[in-house]
């Protein structure tokens, strides 16, 4: 019976140590995945760990710039109204 016990005793260590081991794991990859994303810019330090660069928060002025731009961009890919030649006198 102390046998048993003893056995039980020591699987619940190595579950509890296997648990704890993958959290801290866990914890460490998200803490240096934060680190490399951040890089310590400066600017890049208002970025969420949680949602990334979807939860940058910005300054006023680059906040104004992006949300009352009212100039649509262009839908074409890079270098499309090209033909071949022009295209490859633009890369030589």
């Not at 140590?17 to 914890?27: A, D, H, N, P, Q």
């Not at 680190?35 to 928060?57: C, T, W, Y």
Request: net charge negative; proline share 4%; glycine share 4%.
């Amino acid at each position: 019976m102390k046998a048993l016990i003893l056995l039980a005793l020591v699987l619940i260590n190595l579950a509890l140590i296997f648990y704890l081991g993958e959290k801290v794991s866990r914890y460490s990859k998200r803490f240096t995945d934060h680190r490399k994303l951040v890089n310590a810019h400066p600017e890049m330090k208002s970025v969420d760990p949680e949602r990334g660069l979807m939860g940058f928060e910005s300054d006023d002025v680059i906040r104004a710039l992006v949300l009352d731009n009212d100039e649509p961009g262009e839908s074409e890919p890079y270098l499309a109204t090209l033909t071949k030649d022009e295209e490859d006198q633009s890369l030589a």
